[in-house]
């Protein structure tokens, strides 16, 4: 298969940004995993079989799946999606050539969800990057653009019915402003760096609430000092804050200076805000819930947050709220994060048939309700559980 991982860390690590080099072969088998799925009486409605990206939107669940039971490499990869309505899944679409999905970059404007997919031919030394549409009424699968070179893990947000998408090539790092209604596309703001140097500045990650756009900046010095940034921005890219959130890393008393620094070039996994607070999240360790105020940040946890700890995927992000797991935990707890307030509430997902599952993954749409990604390996024997998703209303949980 095309040796993503790698390449991944590689890059999340050590790198501003840049682009994408090619990618080696590496031969052993992959399969699909097979999930039931149930609701939240624990009776199975259903069951799809999936490579391992999940999309959760109003109504169903966008999937991918290796059209071999078993292979030794990945050259296509064909798309599903799961009515709840039917229970039943539809084939959407193929896509040849197939490297990464960008599932933590995924957005949906009205009736269309938008995604980043990684392609690369085995005869050339560049991937390309393609922004992909869904169409939720017809079940249509279309590219809408595509950047040869351009790096995998670009992110976007919604605003309206534009898409803000960051944008890193080589030697830059451009936030792009698409029309989903005119299809136009324009660069509102560049920010360059030094590839070979390593210094510069680029975005690591884009989010909008109901008022602004909100970016988070890595700057890299001469000296190879990091720095990290909140800016928050209007529609036209007008700059009215920028705080420093270089400090987020200094929690971690089990990290070294070296380690802290590392921290802040990772690549983020969630990225939310709800006017001054601020959730961050990366592929690394780090987690850290805060608030702004008079230019400067406060944690809102009394310690560090685990790395176990994560925020609910959205396809469409809620500034209102937002619903934190504890991934891998026995007793399966969730938070509930008021964004108007700051308060917090608890509640605990048991499944009743073996109390062994765990969260090891969460997500949630408009509508309230929670997909939940169920498994357990038993740390000693190797024993596991099926996996199982629970699709879940969030009124049925006992919040407290």
Known sequence: MKKIGCAALSLLLFLLGGCSTGMDRESFSIRNTHYGIYDADEHKIGEIDSYGILIQTDDSIIYNHLPQATSQEITDMDYYRYDFATNRSVKIGTIENWVYESKYNTTVIGNTLYMFITTQEEDQKESTLHLYKID???????????????????????????????????????????????????????????????????????????????????????????????????????????????????????????????????????FWVSGPLFYYENFSITRFLGKIENGSITSMTETALPGTWGAAYEAVKNSDSIIFYEAFAPDNKIYWLDGDTGNFREASFKVAADERYAIHNLSRDTRGNLLFYMGYEDPDTGETLEPRLYYVPLEELNFS
């Open 136 to 270: 939720l009424e017809s079940n249509g699968m279309s590219v809408v653009f595509s950047e040869k070179g351009a790096f995998m893990y670009n992110s976007m947000t919604s605003f309206g019915d534009t898409l803000y998408i960051v944008q890193i090539l080589n030697n830059r790092c451009d936030i792009i402003a698409y029309d989903t209604v005119s299809g136009a596309r324009q660069v509102l703001k560049r920010f360059e760096f030094d590839d070979a140097a390593g210094t510069g500045e680029t975005i690591r990650q884009i989010t909008s609430d109901d008022d602004t756009l909100v970016c988070l900046r890595l700057k890299i010095d001469n000296e190879q000092r990091t720095s990290l940034y909140l800016d928050r921005y209007t529609a036209d890219m007008t700059l009215l804050e920028s705080v420093d959130l270089s400090s987020i890393t200094s929690e971690r008393a089990d990290l070294d200076p070296d380690d802290r620094e590392n921290e802040r070039r990772q690549g983020v996994s969630a």
